[in-house]
């Protein structure tokens, strides 16, 4: 079965550190581009972050460059985002999700992080 | 990197057909192929709907259907039923690894 799986979320202060992961399975992970998107509570979905499938290049939103990076391993099929810097408005929903050109079709459950003191 | 511009809300009885725009720029809608859109029900994580614009991953239904035209894309859902009633939210490929979604529209079933 083609699935990702993300951990990693929780509290943290603002100004603070944390590292979300995603495990693939069921897929040829080094094959594919992969994105993470997040929700914050009661708004839409925005995208945070993209790694091509051998890792060359990494994109990011405005509103998380410079504070955020994005990994990935392809010997142990995982992708990684480190949050530094964590804000307030980072409180959101993360979703590891299998990122092909014209669409993401396959997503994770997601995890939570709020950043609050 | 501005969002995707959508209808916030629409509606339609069981049967009916609704159509859900989304409006971006040539930058993304406009000079790619490759607009995605996907279903959220409350709690729940992404479905992807429509991919390539027009093409259905196995097991969606082909009452949904997507277009493009210049920088707008839209969603087609005909044949409504009380389980279409979800988040909806276009997608679209803006070069070097980056994507850009809307801002969602609600779908309700009357």
């Known amino acids: 079965e083609v699935q990702v799986l993300e951990s990693g979320g929780g509290l943290v202060q603002p100004g603070g550190s944390l590292r979300l992961s995603c495990a693939a399975s069921?897929?040829?992970?080094?094959?594919?581009?992969m994105s993470w998107v997040r929700q914050a509570p009661g708004k839409g979905l925005e995208w945070v972050s993209g790694?091509?499938?051998?890792?060359?290049?990494?994109k990011y939103a405005d509103s998380v460059k410079g504070r955020f990076t994005i990994s990935r391993d392809n010997s142990k099929n995982t992708l990684d985002l480190q949050m530094n810097s964590l804000r307030a408005e980072d409180t959101a929903v993360y979703y590891c999700?299998?990122?092909?050109?014209?669409?993401?079709?396959?997503w994770g459950k997601g995890t939570t992080v709020t950043v609050s003191s | 990197q501005s969002a995707l511009t959508q209808p916030r809300s629409v509606s339609g009885s069981p049967g009916q057909s609704v159509t859900i725009s989304c409006t971006g720029t040539?930058?993304?809608?406009?000079?790619?192929?490759?607009v995605s859109w996907c279903q959220q029900h409350p709690g729940k994580a992404p479905k992807l709907m429509i991919f390539?614009?027009?093409r259905r991953p196995s097991g969606v239904p082909d009452r949904f259907s997507g277009s493009k035209s210049g920088n707008t894309a839209s969603l087609t859902i005909s044949g409504l039923q009380a389980e279409d009633e979800a988040d909806y939210y276009c997608?679209?490929?803006?070069?070097?690894?980056?994507?850009?979604f809307g801002g969602g529209t609600k779908l309700t079933v009357l």
């Open positions: 069921g897929f040829t992970f080094s094959t594919y581009a």
């Open positions: 997608c679209s490929y803006a070069g070097s690894y980056t994507w850009v």
């Open positions: 040539s930058s993304d809608v406009g000079g790619y192929n490759y």
């Open positions: 790694i091509s499938g051998s890792a060359s290049s990494t």
């Open positions: 999700a299998k990122a092909l050109y014209g669409g993401m079709d396959v």
């Open positions: 390539d614009v027009s």
